[in-house]
């Protein structure tokens, strides 16, 4: 479902310098997985959900996503593959402030080339518990349920893969594990493979699958060694 191969990525700093982030050699998922991958702030986590996610073109190598390779498209290419097959829940939400809970979930799915399923957007509002929210627009909700409805709309058009980046960073502590949970359990319900990143290794616990970014970043992995 889910395959990088000779992934690199570095950035030129104003000094003239190119600082490598990413390279990883390889990784892969299988359809219906869930994995976490955990490491320190800084290390090019979201680097690379960012380059999975077709928003960020690596330097080389391949990201192979249901059998197809984002790096061979187009900007706008890319954005149509990630519409159609991928979810991602932002760590800061990335609603649109002047449209409602459920405007929210239905422009996301207008992007895609499924047709638009209200049905399936109230489904989701009452899955995450805010059916009674659903015209409240986001400065109207508290940060957990803000939170809520960014995972309601990554789901909308049942992706192939949902890539969640620190998504209890900005919620309250009593309600981290009700967001995993609930990303957790909706994904396995739809099949969707899931790749959670977080730091926090409370968060990581509750998965079967943990993996240290240092073990598959060369990286983080020299520079762990020449430290």
Known sequence: MLELSDIKKSYLQPNGENVPILDIPAYRM????????????????????????GITRPDQGQVKLDGIDLTQYSEAG??????????????????????????????GMSFAKKKLAHDRAKYLLDRVGLSHRS?????AMSVGEQQRVAVARALANRPAVLLADEPTANVDPNNQSQIVD????T?????????????????????????????????????????
């Open 78 to 107: 890319r954005d149509r593959i990630r519409a159609d097959k991928l979810g991602y829940v932002f760590q800061t939400f990335n609603l649109l402030p002047a449209f409602s809970a459920l405007e929210n979930i239905l422009l």
């Open 30 to 53: 299988d359809t219906g997985e869930q994995a976490v991958l955990i490491g320190p702030s800084g290390c090019g986590k979201t680097t690379l959900l960012h380059i999975i996610a």
């Open 182 to 185: 609930l990303i957790r359990e």
């Open 187 to 227: 994904c396995e319900e739809d099949n969707i493979s899931l790749l959670m990143v977080t730091h926090s290794m409370e968060v990581a616990e509750q998965f079967q699958r943990i993996d240290q970014l240092e073990s598959i970043n060369l990286v983080v992995s020299q520079a762990r060694a020449n430290a």
């Open 135 to 139: 015209g409240n627009k986001p400065q």
